[in-house]
């Protein structure tokens, strides 16, 4: 089946600096990413949603200077936490649409990245 | 907004026994819904999905019926294993922006031997 990697799986820093992590699609081409973010024990959230070779759509109240998102090719998205503060720990993952697959039916889930900042 | 609601966890059930995990949504028209399960250190998996009212999703043994007049998707297994300890998520996509999952906060579910 369809495969999507996280790349760090968990990784802690300092507040203030900036932390990237990486979305793959590892068999197939995903034209469209998405990125979600969960509190313990709570959903998880849409942060935004990411097309290849545009800028990425924001949901309400997710501020984009502070959650960069690049989507440069067809098997990678990257989501960037600029200037990381204590209330920025989460789990973030995300998750690829085929897109060889009928639309909207099927998105490929990451395994997620815990990110703790000091 | 859509939005969906899940049972509260943790669930603690012993094998064999019948499982229910109760999910209802807010959305207007006739959204797809699904059940994603995630296992210990994995991501999410789809596992079952329904796409309009009346139909039954199944997969391994579960099976979840798109309840409109309840708008319902409960989540349903007549026999539990070991092996299905893990975090089930209901969800739903709306007719608009049509790629968006609303999920719920999610069920855990722990099955001992």
């Known amino acids: 089946g369809a495969v999507v990697s996280q790349h760090p799986s968990r990784v802690i820093c300092k507040s203030g600096t900036s932390v990237k992590i990486e979305c793959r699609s590892l068999d197939f081409q995903a034209t469209t990413m998405f990125w979600y973010r969960q509190f313990p024990k709570q959903s998880l959230m849409l942060m935004a949603t990411s097309n290849e070779g545009s800028k990425a759509t924001y949901e309400q109240g997710v501020e984009k200077d502070k959650f960069l998102i690049n989507h440069a090719s067809l098997t990678l998205s990257t989501l960037t936490v600029t200037s990381a503060h204590p209330e920025d720990s989460s789990f973030y993952i995300c998750?690829?649409?085929?897109?060889?697959?009928?639309?909207?039916?099927?998105?490929?889930f990451g395994p997620g990245t815990r990110l703790l900042v000091l | 907004g859509n939005s969906v609601t899940q049972m509260e966890g943790p669930v603690t059930l012993s094998e064999e026994a019948f499982l229910t995990i109760n999910c209802t949504y807010t959305?207007?028209?006739?959204?797809?819904l699904f059940w994603y399960v995630q296992y210990p250190g994995e991501g999410l998996q789809l596992l079952l999905k329904?796409?309009?009212?009346?139909d039954k999703g199944s997969n391994k043994g579960f099976e979840a019926t798109y309840r409109k007049e309840t708008t319902s998707f409960h989540l349903e297994k007549g026999s539990v294993q070991v092996s299905d300890s893990a975090v089930y998520f209901c969800a739903l996509r709306g007719i608009q922006g049509a790629q968006k999952l609303v999920f719920g906060q999610g069920t855990r579910l722990t099955i001992n031997p």
């Open positions: 329904a796409t309009k009212a009346d």
């Open positions: 998750s690829a649409r085929d897109a060889d697959r009928v639309v909207g039916e099927t998105q490929y």
């Open positions: 959305a207007t028209g006739y959204p797809s």
